[in-house]
């Protein structure tokens, strides 16, 4: 078995744990727990409440509303 890059949202993950110094379980919560919101307000409230850059935000904001099933 090779190991697979990872792809999409999940490329960003090791980079956002190292430069904010949360687990991506963390940041999961955060956006779970501000939900039911759009994906853009969402984005916002990380940008605004965490400091995080918009890339690591949408990246976040895309895997959790995938993983849950939100259009």
């Known amino acids: 078995m090779t190991d697979q890059p ?5 490329s960003y993950f090791p980079s956002i744990e190292k430069k904010y110094g949360q687990p ?3 940041w999961f919560a955060v956006v779970r727990a501000a939900c039911p ?3 853009m307000e969402l984005v ?3 940008k605004t409440e965490h400091d ?3 890339g ?3 990246a976040i904001v895309a895997h959790v509303l995938a993983e849950d ?3």
Do not use: F, W
Request: hydrophobic content about 45%; proline content about 4%.
């Open 52 to 54: 995080l850059g918009h």
């Open 44 to 46: 916002d409230l990380l």
């Open 37 to 39: 919101a759009k994906h």
């Open 69 to 71: 099933g939100v259009k």
């Open 6 to 10: 990872l792809r999409g949202p999940a």
């Open 24 to 26: 991506m379980a963390h």
């Open 56 to 58: 690591h935000a949408n």
